[in-house]
């Protein structure tokens, strides 16, 4: 028996206590949240039971998962312009540091914008249709990866650097063969959390304005006090940023196998 498949079957066993554990937690919390609203009576405008937003959800499976959809793909085209405006930019400062505390100083005023003052602005600007989900989900996840990639970018050492100058590698080729690798882990570090934000900040966009969507679902839910549909679209929400992290963690182990 060889010591990496030994290896191998013990990291499997580790990983499978480790969701074994999850799934008893999160049951163990619906099953107190359950018993909590029987045992003090809890309205259904106030608090649904978790067994009554899963009814209401099985009651109209489609509604959710075409709402789902929706959002899904604002936050997914939301989160590849904030994540390449990121690296972009990020790659400009590297290459031109007498910019970075200007450009900083803009990407730090963006991020303090609130975005729920500029939704509505964009949905007047460009409608209710896709495109202003797909900036503010931008604005949300871009200055996240613009900080990670920018320090991952910077964290090459000196030595590395003149080894490179040592063998005549050119700004770009420095780029491409030092610094693009060891600003990965930062890149990924970042899309873990952009990912689920990316969710989050379409929903907002919604708010303002849609004709579809979970953000659409919770907002129509919540101006008729029927907070069974809204807390079944905060649940679907949920399990999606979930697996939008897991889906992260997943590629990053992927392609970064030589930090292994």
């Known amino acids: 028996m060889s010591t990496d498949w030994v290896e191998h079957r013990e990291a499997r066993w580790v990983n499978a206590r480790a969701y074994a554990l999850a799934v008893i937690v999160v049951c163990a919390a619906m099953g107190a949240w359950e018993a909590f609203v029987h045992w003090r009576e809890v309205p259904v405008y106030l608090l649904p039971a978790p067994s009554r937003i899963a009814q209401t959800f099985w009651a109209q499976p489609s509604y959710y998962l075409q709402a789902l959809t929706v959002t899904l793909g604002e936050a997914i085209g939301g989160l590849c312009v904030g994540a390449a405006a990121g690296i972009l930019i990020a790659v400009l400062v590297t290459l031109y540091p007498q910019f970075e505390r200007g450009v900083m100083t803009l990407a730090i005023l963006v991020k303090s914008t609130p975005l729920a003052a500029i939704a509505p602005l964009l949905t007047i600007w460009f409608g209710f249709g896709v495109l202003p989900k797909v900036i503010i989900t931008a604005l949300l996840t871009f200055f996240p ?87 079944a679209a905060i649940f679907i929400l949920s399990l999606s940023g979930i697996c939008a992290y897991g889906l992260i963690v997943w590629l990053e182990r992927r392609c970064l196998r030589w930090k292994a």
């Open 145 to 231: 990866t613009l900080v990670n990639v920018l320090v991952g970018l910077q964290s090459a050492e000196r030595p590395l650097r003149d080894l490179m100058r040592l063998y005549q590698a050119t700004t770009w080729q420095e780029m491409i063969h030092l610094r693009a690798w060891l600003a990965l882990p930062y890149l990924f570090a970042a899309l873990r959390i952009t990912a689920p934000l990316a969710l989050v900040g379409a929903v907002i966009a919604e708010w303002t304005g849609a004709s579809s969507g979970l953000g659409r679902v919770m907002w129509l839910a919540y101006s008729n006090l029927n907070l069974p549909p809204m807390f």
